[in-house]
């Protein structure tokens, strides 16, 4: 086994203590501290607008085919990323610059002990010989890499005290009197190292007790995240009255997650907001969807159960099920593969988040399936229901509305991520529901009966670089009334460039987006309650946004957005809307 093996056994285990392992201490603190967003980020919909949920996930390209589907038992936090940046691990604020200085950092600016050192001979052929390494096929340590002194103390401790367990023991012929001369020379010329290993220890010890006496429970995780921002909005009349004033809104978010068997998880989601009356797109202000914003959620100030999930891992923990009673929709099971599905930290917009094909259906309650097919293919399935809880409607094939969606998502390649998805929705009235576009998309060009609605959706992240993430999807929904054989067809599309650690800064993200919201783009076989009219333009929505990060916990977003031709109609005035949005999580 050559030295690299020998820094993943010895230095792992006990060399850990001043590095790697606090590490870990700290990503266990800051999942106990911040368990709030992770694959399914739901939030109370516009109460004026569903039941349903807004902002629900976001999906990097590691995040889908890297890492398992199994729901870990306590991380909350798996996909909270947004998918090309998310890198801000910020340095542990209780290390001073002596505990910097210590730090492994395998060949590093500390004196190094040669392959050539008496030392490293002495220390290799005690290992050897006492079998300190274990678990390799010939249980020795080997190589011509230099280690730090660190390094070489770590292992030496490991030796120290296999060698004492076989002396109390008094295991005969085992710790001969030349080795144990050896071992004194040894703990003599790396005394220090050894006293300082011992001591970031003991202070990993004490982080660790202070951690397990603070945490909120041993089986139940705490977390929230609160948004608070300024936004103004002006333009437009038509539509609406082009009249707004700028606004200060908050939505809060309470998480409590716990696990039974390790590869589950029960979660339960508290939420507040005071954005009411529909924010901007009310009709004494702008009077269009296309103005809602990611955040906005309105409870008039009450607390709400947003969210209720159990989910848990079979098959070899190759597909993770999901049962949601209380804030469903398809984007809960079904990835929406966009960069900037992150309440708090994505798009400002509502329509720049992701397809609109995955707010389909304004649903209550819902389940789903996701499984692993291999390392490049996902299956996803869901299934989701409005007015779950009403008994007239009931929840399997309720008549008030219902809807499923499957999609398969691949990685062709190790820098690109693509997903194509399928939903059928049953609606009473026609409508999709989707608060995205027009309003005459969204109705479906008014048919207001029965309908069948068929949609079909196209995603795609690529990563050209490390720091440069192109991300684009594309949607076409068909709505049939069989009563009448009205049919209606729109579509939407966006494509979107995110940069990363912007000047240098970690974390940092500036993105840019254009596209079209959801445009009716022909009507068959029936006039609706718009009287005939029809949008006789194409609405286009620009957007900007940059996410400063503060640190881990802390970020400011100052963004801005146009909509031209809002409502697809050409005498409708260009609206625009800015935001500066600031969100903590603790």
Do not use: C
Not at 196 to 215: F, I, P, S
């Amino acid at each position: 086994m050559n030295a690299k093996y020998f820094l993943s056994a010895i230095s792992i285990l006990l060399l850990a203590a001043p590095s790697a392992l606090a590490e870990v201490i700290d990503e266990l603190a800051a999942i106990h501290d911040s368990p709030i967003l992770e694959e399914s980020q739901q939030l109370p919909e516009i109460s004026q607008l569903s039941r349903g949920a807004i902002s629900e996930n976001n999906h990097s390209l590691e995040s889908e085919f890297l890492s398992q589907p199994t729901p870990p038992a306590a991380d909350v936090g798996e996909n909270e990323a947004i998918a090309q940046v998310d890198s801000n691990d910020e340095p542990d604020d209780n290390n001073s610059p002596d505990d910097e200085s210590e730090r492994v950092t395998s060949v590093s600016e500390l004196s190094d002990v040669q392959t050539s050192d008496w030392a490293y001979q002495a220390l290799r052929n005690l290992v050897e010989k006492y079998g300190i390494i274990s678990g390799y096929p010939d249980e020795t340590f080997q190589g011509n890499r230099t280690l730090t002194r660190y390094e070489f103390a770590a292992a030496l401790d490991a030796t120290i005290k296999k060698i004492e367990q076989l002396v109390t023991a008094n295991v005969e012929d085992k710790a001969k009197q030349q080795d144990l001369e050896t071992l004194r020379k040894l703990q003599e010329q790396f005394a220090s190292e050894l006293t300082a290993l011992q001591g970031r220890v003991d202070k990993l010890e004490g982080r660790t007790d202070y951690l397990e006496n603070h945490q909120f429970s041993t089986t139940v995780i705490l977390g929230g995240e609160a948004i608070f921002a300024a936004a103004n909005a002006f333009g437009g009349g038509p539509p609406g009255t082009g009249k707004a004033n700028t606004v200060l809104n908050y939505l809060t978010r309470l998480q409590i997650v716990a696990s039974f068997t390790g590869k589950d998880r029960l979660r339960m989601e508290l939420a507040g907001g005071n954005f009411d009356n529909l924010g901007f797109a009310s009709p004494d202000a702008l009077n269009t969807n296309t103005v809602l914003l990611s955040y906005q959620a309105g409870t008039n100030n009450n607390i709400q159960l947003a969210m209720a999930e159990y989910r848990f891992a079979a098959f070899g923990d190759r597909a993770v099920f999901t049962f949601r009673p209380v804030g469903f929709s398809l984007s809960s099971v079904l990835s929406a593969n966009s960069p900037y599905f992150d309440t708090g930290r994505g798009s400002i917009s509502r329509f720049g988040e992701a397809n609109p094909v995955f707010k389909i259906g304004a649903l209550d309650a819902g389940f789903g399936m996701d499984l692993l097919l291999g390392n490049r293919a996902r299956l996803q399935v869901a299934y989701g229901t409005r007015r779950t809880n009403n008994s007239d409607d009931g929840f399997i094939f309720g008549k008030n509305a219902h809807a499923t969606g499957i999609q398969f998502l691949l990685l062709p390649g190790n820098s690109v991520l693509t997903g194509i998805s399928y939903v059928y929705n049953y609606s009473p009235d026609g409508r999709l529901n989707t608060f995205t576009g027009s309003a005459i998309a969204d109705a479906s060009g008014f048919i207001d009966q029965r309908s069948n609605i068929h949609a079909l959706s196209g995603t795609l992240q690529w990563r050209i670089s490390p720091k440069l993430t192109f991300a684009t999807w594309g949607g076409i929904v068909g709505t049939y009334a069989a009563a009448t054989q009205a049919f209606a067809v729109s579509t939407n599309y966006m494509f979107s460039l995110g940069i990363s650690d912007p000047f240098g800064r970690r974390g940092d993200l500036l993105a840019l987006m254009v596209g079209q919201p959801p445009r009716l783009i022909r009507v068959l076989g029936f006039v609706g309650a718009n009287g005939g009219l029809l949008e006789d333009s194409s609405s286009f929505h620009l957007e900007t946004f940059y996410r400063l990060t503060v640190n881990n916990r802390i970020s400011i977003t100052p963004g801005f957005f146009m909509v031209t031709n809002p409502g697809n109609i050409e005498n409708n005035k260009t609206i625009y809307v800015g935001v500066l949005r600031t969100t903590f999580r603790f």
